[in-house]
Nanobody, 125 residues
């Protein structure tokens, strides 16, 4: 059974930082998995803003987070991380990770097979 579990969310002041984790079980992330990060704010559509290809380390970032967020992975821990810096109130959302196995092809993928349940990030003073 595949599970993705996000952690590390919380309340942070504007300009602050948080690091989210996405721990995977039931799959081996460096076996050609692409892990993506999504977020959904109240009343808004889900937004995919970044992903990493574990096999080659390639990353993708949407313009809304580029330069502020960094995605990385730890093969030994089968875990992906999202380092978020210079946080803004508009970054407030539930953050989700997702996974799909991609042997070849560009990132970001069009869809994902597995999803976590999300972790809340609130940016407020």
């Amino acid at each position: 059974q595949v599970q993705l579990v996000e952690s590390g969310g919380g309340l942070v002041q504007p300009g602050g930082s948080l690091r989210l984790s996405c721990a995977a079980s039931g799959i081996t992330l460096d076996d050609y998995y692409v892990i993506g990060w999504f977020r959904q704010a109240p009343g808004k559509e889900r937004e995919g803003f970044g992903c990493i290809s574990f096999s080659d380390g390639n990353t993708y970032y949407a313009g809304s987070v580029k330069g502020r967020f960094t995605i990385s992975g730890d093969n030994a821990k089968n875990t992906m991380y999202l380092q978020m810096n210079s946080l803004k109130p508009e970054d407030t959302a539930v953050y989700y990770c997702a996974a799909i196995r991609v042997i070849t092809g560009a990132i970001p993928p069009a869809s994902y097979d597995y999803w976590g349940r999300g972790t809340q990030v609130t940016v407020s003073s």
